[in-house]
């Protein structure tokens, strides 16, 4: 009986004592690296991939082909090195 009650009483502080860490964990707070958090914590990012390239850090962060570049669409997963066609990834 005494060690039922000292079991119960060891996970009832377990149990309360991670809750309030996975209350954190799961909340709702953005939580994202820097540039993550730049273009995706504005309205309707994912229409505006573009305002990704103002968000560039590091080497490529003055570089300009990414704002006003032409926007390429792979349509063909095929991968041909020595004939790439339109649409391939090369």
């Known amino acids: 009986m005494a060690s039922t009650v000292t079991l119960s009483l060891i996970l009832s502080l377990l149990v309360s004592s991670i809750s309030p860490l996975l209350a954190d964990y799961y909340s709702n707070k953005k939580v994202m690296n820097v540039i993550d958090s730049c273009w995706r914590g504005k309205a309707y990012w994912s229409a505006n991939n573009r305002a990704l ?35 391939t990834l090369r």
Do not use: E, F, M, R
């Not at 300009?64 to 032409?70: D, M, N, R, T, V």
């Not at 997963?77 to 004939?83: F, V």
């Open 53 to 87: 390239a103002d968000c560039a850090v590091g080497l490529g962060k003055n570089a300009i082909g990414g704002k006003k570049g032409a926007t390429y669409v792979v349509t063909n997963p095929s991968d041909d090195p020595a004939n790439p066609k339109l649409g």
